[in-house]
């Protein structure tokens, strides 16, 4: 795929998704994170695993396309979790969303948890 059309179809889930992680539902930058680092009150090291990324819903090495379908805005962190150390085929978004927010809910999952206590309160 074109990284352009990719770019366009992280973007067009980003807005759709009110600049929110489609798993752990924070705050995600696109472009620049010196101004989400200001509004959040968080390091630029925090901000760094908020970043933006494209993420398959199926992932490509399970068959999944690069459709608007199948693209969904996800922080790095998320992203990165969801495949690490991955044996087979990546665990269902649901199953993912759920257990993400399990951990959310114990303040367990993301290194910026502080932005969940500040959503909580």
Known sequence: MNPKTL???????????NCRCFYCT????????????????????KAKHLQCTA???IA???GGDDTAQNIA???????????WKRQDKA???A?????????????RWHPAVGLYQRDLN
């Not at 770019?7 to 998704?17: E, I, M, S, T």
């Not at 989400?36 to 390091?43: D, H, L």
């Not at 805005?73 to 495949?83: E, F, G, I, K, T």
């Open 95 to 107: 199953q993912y969303k759920k257990r993400v927010s399990q951990l959310i809910c114990k303040l």
């Open 73 to 83: 805005a996800a922080c790095v962190w998320c992203n990165r979790m969801r495949h």
């Open 55 to 57: 993420e398959h819903l």
């Open 7 to 17: 770019r366009k179809l992280r973007h067009q889930a980003f807005v759709r998704q």
């Open 60 to 62: 490509q090495q399970d």
């Open 26 to 45: 924070l705050p995600i930058w696109e472009v620049d994170p010196t101004e989400f680092t200001a509004r959040y009150g968080i390091s630029l090291r």
């Open 91 to 93: 665990p269902s978004p």
